[in-house]
């Protein structure tokens, strides 16, 4: 049975909507049945994401309310004031919801910790630079690179089979021609008979309500039958749950408009047409989201219907995004998810100690692109460091390039923050680390990197 | 140019709707979420319908093994992860299927799941090292164990998965979904046995049934109802 109960009250109605960037009013409330140590009763606005995907979360900023002993049959009342965070928007679809909140918890020391939390309703008022994420495009050059050097790859391997071994063309080819042949039917083919079609929209960066024209240009290469050209105009929740072969895609599409550009018609040989292009947004769409595992996209499908033959296709991703003014960046909260650049000090050793970097990185965990920049600004620079001992590896993974020669690997963390680390232990510390346990160790590493898999720092130690 | 839109539209969340508590879907029935969605490891673990004191039993000493052997969506990860919040000292990897392997750490006992994709050269360097092991896979490695000097202890899964607990796991993840005090709804046994008579031991399968349940319920009043005699969509006719 837990020592205290936790219950908040917020100082407006539930149904009050808080402008992002605001601030959030409100009580905890600690109804204590016996005497407590308390070694912290911290509150903090964050958000999560619940629905069909991995849950998605983020923090802004975390206060220690009180220190110090409950007595039983106490009842005591907390005021706090916090930032509310300015994205992602509170959104409830079928699929995907995200919900800010307070939570607000007990640190009890050998016991539970009681805890409690409360949603309630954030609208953005940032503008679109503070929504925007770059993550989709960096993924896509992934794919691009890493299938182009895949086809490099069975390429030559191809040639070399082909030269062995005819027979082995089979065995080797089928699969890649299968994907070519897929290719040439989605692709190739269309433009065989339309030739090089071009389709634009004025703008893809847009906000709730605004109108989007544009105009797709064809000069087909011969007289093409076409059953219709039309647009699919589609808002969809994307959320991914598990992970592996466990891992499911939910896709939930929850807006869809079918724009006709034009009837059944002939397009005759060299002859060029224009379509005009114009369609307008509700003025209640929720924003484009991009978070761990959970999406919202907006898109436009165009589609030239050829009877009989592959249809030209091509999906033009929409952002849509407040429209609000930008906020002052001295006005927000120091922990938001977006953050602050990583600072210029950061890039000369000597200039930076370790708890400084641990504090970056800690308040950047949420946010890959910005986690990225800070560890690429600190990779190659050496810290006096003290990190606490968690658990020997017995395995560091076949992708784990940093292991010493006899060496082996740790789980720690530093102290406050508790920033998970990796430690890369040489031979000749083995036996201190043997001796020390679960106990703190100080001595001199180089950071080499950050472990995506399991969020940790990677540190080689240094040799004293 | 012509166009037709679809009906098939959220309601806007910003919009105060009357009756409606703080706009929040499932206000109406005193619950902050759909009870029903993907959980965080912590939540799963916390929310388990599993006799931990049997499982860990398997586990008491060196060289002592448990298997968990079941089909997708059984229950193997959940009971896993009751056992890590269980064991202070208990370490947990998943292997990923399209990923090389990647760290594992020491702890006791060392729970891995998905064990069938162990690298036969880490599996043996891992059963060598002799530390209390439980092991969820697909495919049955008490031979490895025992070729390694392990007591192997095996669980089939799925026989268990009945309407109790059915019934209790459901009800369990309501009650976390809480938005206030007073009170939420219930699944009743009459439900969690329709459930079990049309989705078998499938407890993925029924919690994937009851989030589109109370899904289609998101704003409404009255009552919450889990099993539909005509299910919306797919079609499911009990």
Known sequence: MAKCDLSIVLEKDADFIYDGGGTIRGKVRVDVDQNVKCNGLEVESGWKTHGRGNVATGNFTSVTLFEGEWVGGQVVEYPFEL????????????????????????????????????????????????????????????????????????????????????LSLVCVGIFPLLFLGGYAVKVWLPKYLLGEVTCELSQTVVTPGDSVSGELVVRPRKNVNVNAITIDFQAREVCVSGSGSNKTTHKH?????????????????????????????????????????????????????IPRWPDWTKEIALQVLPSGEPLDPSARPQATLRGTDAPSSLASEGEITFAETANYLWSARENPDQLEALVDAVTGLSFRLEAFIERRLLYAGT?????????????????????????????????????????????????????????????????? | ??????????????????????????????????????????????????????????????????????????????????????????????????????????????????????????????????????LATHRDLTRALKKAGYRVTTYHLGDTNDARLVLESANRRIEASRLGPGSVPNLSLQDANELVS????????????????????????????????VRKGRGLYL
């Open chain 1, 83 to 166: 930032p509310v965070g300015d994205w992602p928007p509170s959104y409830h679809g079928h699929y995907l919801n995200i919900d800010h909140c307070i939570d607000a918890r007990v640190k009890i020391p050998w016991g539970f910790d009681p805890k409690a939390s409360v949603p309630f309703l954030m609208r953005p008022t940032c503008g679109p630079e503070a929504a925007v994420s770059e993550k989709s495009t960096k993924a896509g050059a992934f794919v691009a690179t890493f299938v182009g050097v895949f086809m490099l790859i069975w390429c030559s391997g191809f040639l070399f089979f082909m030269a062995q071994n005819p």
């Open chain 2, 198 to 229: 049309r989705f078998g031991s499938d407890i993925r399968g029924i919690e994937g049934y009851l989030y589109e349940q109370v899904q289609n319920q998101a704003y409404s009043d009255g009552e919450m109802r889990f099993v539909d005699c």
């Open chain 2, 1 to 134: 140019m012509n166009s037709t839109p679809s009906v098939d539209r959220p309601i806007p969340p910003l919009e105060s709707r009357h009756g409606h508590r703080g706009g929040l879907p499932w206000a109406w029935c005193n619950l902050w979420r759909n009870p029903f969605g993907e959980l965080t490891r912590e939540e799963r673990a916390e929310l388990a319908v599993v006799d931990v004191a049997e499982l860990a039993a398997g586990v008491q000493g060196e060289k002592a093994a448990v298997q968990l052997i079941g089909d997708c969506g059984r229950g193997k990860t959940t009971r896993m992860l009751a056992l890590w919040r269980h064991f202070p000292d208990a370490s947990y990897v998943y292997l990923d299927e399209d990923l090389p392997c990647g760290a594992i750490a020491e702890g006791n006992p060392l729970l891995i799941d998905e064990a069938q994709r162990l690298p036969r050269k880490v599996m043996h360097r891992i059963f060598a090292v002799g530390l209390p092991l439980v």
């Open chain 1, 399 to 464: 992708e784990d390039p940093h292991l010493f020669k006899g060496g082996y690997a740790v789980w720690a963390h530093f102290g406050e923050p508790p920033l998970p680390l990796v430690l890369y232990v040489p031979q000749e510390l083995g036996d201190e680390f043997e001796q020390l346990g679960r106990d703190r160790w100080i001595g001199q590493g180089t950071v080499v990197g950050w472990d995506r898999r399991h969020q940790r720092l990677q540190i080689k130690l240094e040799t004293r």
């Open chain 1, 253 to 305: 599409v929850f807006f869809e408009q079918a724009i006709e550009l034009e009837k059944a018609t002939t397009l005759q040989a060299g002859q060029e047409r224009r379509f005009p292009i114009s369609f307008a947004l509700p003025s209640d769409a929720p924003y484009s989201i991009e978070l761990p595992s959970n999406r919202l996209v907006w898109a436009t499908t165009m589609r030239i219907d």
